[in-house]
């Protein structure tokens, strides 16, 4: 796996993960937790972040990195 690969995984799935837990908390005083985990709509939702955090976020954050590398560099 290269290594934008790896950071991008790393950077966007720490994010995933943060916003599925801080919405999941968010929600915990309308409905259970039992309740929210054993619906399709949690798992649509903690799919989406993750997605959006890998190849969105992640992407986002490689350029950047790498943008300020080559700066650096010079």
Do not use: C, H
Request: no cysteine.
């Amino acid at each position: 796996m290269s290594e934008r690969w790896k950071y991008q995984i790393k950077m966007g799935g720490f994010w995933g993960i943060f916003m599925i837990i801080f919405m999941t908390l968010f929600e915990i005083k309308e409905k259970p937790f039992m309740e929210q985990i054993s619906s399709t709509n949690f798992y649509i939702r903690a799919g989406i972040y993750l997605a959006v955090g890998i190849f969105g976020l992640g992407y986002y954050n490689w350029k950047q990195k790498m943008k300020s590398e080559k700066i650096d560099k010079q």
